[in-house]
């Protein structure tokens, strides 16, 4: 829902310039998390970052700069899917389960 006219303020902080403060202020924590299992994580991190009023060029852009920093090597175009999947040998760095 888009606002079309007027004020609107979450516990006094204005939603229009506090964004970020307002939304805090609401306290939703899901109880668990259900991203499509088909995006990227980069996709999961842009998407989030449009629920706090990041413009997605700017997400893009952030997110690009923090996988930088953090080197998910590999990490940030795979799917959970990609994750999930039972099918693939464990890498070395795994451990292997033995049935």
Known sequence: MNKTSGQVNVFGYDLEKDVVNAKRQLGLVPQEFNFNPFETV???????????????????SR??????????????????????????????????VDA
Do not use: C, H, W
């Open 42 to 60: 980069q996709q999961i991190v842009v998407n989030q970052a449009g629920y706090y009023g990041v413009e997605r060029k700017e997400a893009l």
């Open 63 to 96: 997110s690009e700069k923090y996988f930088k920093t953090a080197r998910p090597v590999g990490k940030t175009q795979r799917t959970r899917a990609d994750a999930l999947r039972r099918d693939e040998a464990p890498s070395d760095d795994r451990p292997r």
